[in-house]
């Protein structure tokens, strides 16, 4: 009764091989490549530090322009910060 394709037992044991060595490169992937991600997740938060820290700059900045901007429009002569 075999036509030739070698029926269902060897189907389903390469099957089975396949996904067994599927999983082994899953698990290879964990030990080797941790100190190189680590090590990017560790520069893109320094980058976002330093994005906030220049955001939190930027607004402080633009704000004080914006106070002088305020008193010049309200007709005031005295309108420069003392420092």
Known sequence: MTDGHGGD????GH???HHHSDDSDVGGDADGGGGVGRRGALAALIVIALM????????RALNGSSRIQDCVMAGRTNCAPVQ
Request: charged share 5%.
């Open 9 to 12: 037992s060897g189907d389903s």
């Open 15 to 17: 099957h089975g091989a």
């Open 52 to 59: 906030m820290v220049g955001v939190v700059w930027l607004t």
